[in-house]
């Protein structure tokens, strides 16, 4: 992939090396993408306005379900679903499509941007990682997001390179465009904008008057239209589910104060799943210096969409947190290649020229090899919850009269994914999300006494207690005859902070007989002991609502359909 110089530097070879890591990145999104994982939850939630609502109602309402995207996205991915229907190709064809084209594009600004080495293992990095090319296979706008910011990004380059009336007319244009497709676009522009107004030179400060105005009127339409999109009930919700992706305010002690280090270490960590976070945050440390030093303007480019996404999460507007942030992605691997880069031809320079020639490619090796390693224990498919399975199965096993209940959280797998499998709302009862008292799950389940019942639980979360509340209850009034369990999750780095904390539980369904009268009469909705720990932790019960609609009842379903 390179040919080393006679000054032992090393002449690396750019043009033959990024191709071919584009189009590995290229085959690792494919694969991703046709191995067609099942929908996770927010994609069934985006999945189903798309699926139901004509464009009007996109656009001009809130969306159901709690769900957020901008309309740019929102129009592409109702046309594709129109043209090809409802599978989770077309669902998930536009975030293909957006982050294909942004491996080239990518490609070339590590190339224009970068030295050959530091290029070379940003584009790997980019290219390779499955924290960033799982987001090509899940139709939600991440992969937009990534898009947006690159084509932003080399917009403004190019209109460095050449400042004119043309070029600026093209920057204003792409700008309001960014910000129609990309929510996160806000804080890019802002970001570079600010580069721009420190570091373009006064002569051609006037020429930006115009896209800068053109920018602030997108990115101020792009949040009007966001909040209205927002009930105050799902923006209170969003702001404590996400609530570790902001500045602890106030701010009382050290380690509240050290956020924001944390905060640009978990990109590395949760978000990408590097092992040693702290140590690329370095390295990215590093190369922002470097790159300040050598081209400054660049530098501000790249830094400027992360300060500035960073102070809005210091004021608790928007959260600095994993997919979230994802668009962010590209310039923390391009400082970060930066910084790797220079400390690899440091090494290389301290020891003799063959040797040195080796260092320098070891440096580089390491910092990639999580990548690598990722790869090896985890090739894809990735998924989050996988669920068709459990669906396939629980129909093979499932007898005449067996009764099958949901699980909450469970009821927009069983509105998408049910009907294929004679599953659908006149098969499957969905439970009501209780937000008081646990014992109304337990309430629910007693309908289910003196018959056979299948209990199917998608998209739990061990903290909130509710599922083992309820496994505990029917131990006690029936016997366990057969159980499902769904794949592990395998998905690259974190989902989120909340799923850390709170131990996914594995999709799956469990037989229940509930006609013994001995166990039957053991115990009472009213009576059976709860996890004490979930009844003093002032968690918001109904972690998924009540933003989500409730289908407590089979009537209820078919209505909501």
């Known amino acids: 992939m390179f040919a080393l110089s006679e000054d032992g530097s090393g002449s690396w070879n750019v043009r033959r090396a990024v191709p071919i890591l584009v ?13 067609n994982p099942s929908l996770w939850m927010d994609e069934l939630a985006l999945a189903n306005n798309l699926l139901t609502r004509p464009l009007g109602l996109l656009l001009g309402t809130p969306l ?53 080495p530091a290029a070379i293992l940003a584009v790997a990095l980019f290219a390779l990682s499955p924290g960033i090319a799982i987001y090509a296979a899940e139709g939600k706008q991440y992969a937009t997001d990534v ?65 800068m105005a053109l920018w602030v009127t997108g990115a101020a339409l792009s949040v009007v239209h966001a909040r209205s999109q ?36 978990g990109v590395f960590g949760s978000g990408l799943g590097y092992p040693w976070p702290w140590a690329y945050l370095a390295l990215m440390a590093c190369g922002l210096v470097s790159l300040f030093r050598r081209a400054r303007l660049v530098a501000l480019l790249l830094a400027g969409p992360i300060g500035v996404t960073l102070l809005a999460a210091g004021a608790q507007a928007y959260p600095f947190q994993l997919r979230l942030v994802s668009f962010l992605v590209p310039g923390f691997v391009l400082l970060l290649a930066e910084g790797a880069g220079l400390i690899a031809e440091r090494a290389g320079h301290m020891v003799e020229r063959a040797p040195g020639r080796v260092v320098l490619a070891l440096v580089l090796l390491i910092v990639a090899s999580p990548v690598a390693v990722s790869l090896v224990r985890s090739p894809p498919v990735w998924h989050l919850d996988e669920i068709r399975p459990v669906f396939a199965e629980l129909q093979r096993r499932r007898q005449p009269g067996d009764a099958v209940y949901a699980y909450y959280p469970s009821w927009q797998a069983v509105r998408y994914y049910g009907p294929r499998y004679g599953l659908g709302f006149e098969t499957v009862e969905v439970g009501a999300c209780h937000p008081k008292d646990l014992h109304d799950y337990l ?8 018959r056979r019942v299948w209990i199917l639980f998608a998209f739990s979360a061990a903290r909130l207690g509710e599922r083992q509340a309820m496994t505990a209850y029917l131990d006690a009034i029936g016997v366990r005859r057969d159980a499902i369990v769904g794949p592990p999750t395998n998905r690259p780095g974190a989902i989120s902070s909340r799923e850390r904390i709170e131990s996914r539980l594995r999709t799956g369904a469990d037989l229940y007989d509930l006609t013994d009268p001995s166990r039957l009469a053991s115990t009472a909705a009213d009576r059976q002991s709860l996890p004490p720990a979930v009844q003093s932790s002032g968690i918001p019960r109904c972690v998924y609502g009540p933003v989500i609609p409730q289908v407590p009842t089979v009537a209820a379903g078919r209505a909501a359909l």
């Open 230 to 265: 927002m009930t105050s009930g799902l923006r209170d919700y969003m702001h404590w589910f996400w609530r570790e992706g902001f500045l602890p305010w106030p701010v009382t002690s050290l380690e509240d104060a050290l956020w924001p280090l944390r905060a640009l270490a």
């Open 443 to 450: 309430r629910e389940l007693d309908r289910y006494r003196g």
């Open 64 to 116: 159901a379900d709690g769900q957020l995207a901008p309309p740019g996205f929102l129009i592409v991915s109702r046309a594709l679903v129109v043209a090809f229907g409802s599978s989770e190709y077309a669902l998930r064809l536009f975030p293909l499509l957006c982050s294909l084209v942004s491996l080239p594009l990518f490609g070339g600004l590590a190339t224009r941007l970068l030295r050959p």
């Open 23 to 35: 189009g590995l990145g290229a085959l690792l999104r494919l694969w991703q993408y046709v191995g």
């Open 147 to 211: 898009l947006v910011m690159l084509a932003l990004t080399e917009l403004t380059r190019w209109w460095l390179a050449a400042p004119g009336a043309r070029r600026s007319l093209a920057l204003a244009v792409g700008g309001v465009m960014g910000a129609f497709l990309s929510q996160p676009a806000v804080f890019v522009l802002a970001g570079l904008g600010a580069a721009l107004a420190l570091g373009v030179p006064r002569g051609d400060r006037r020429k930006l008057l115009a896209p």
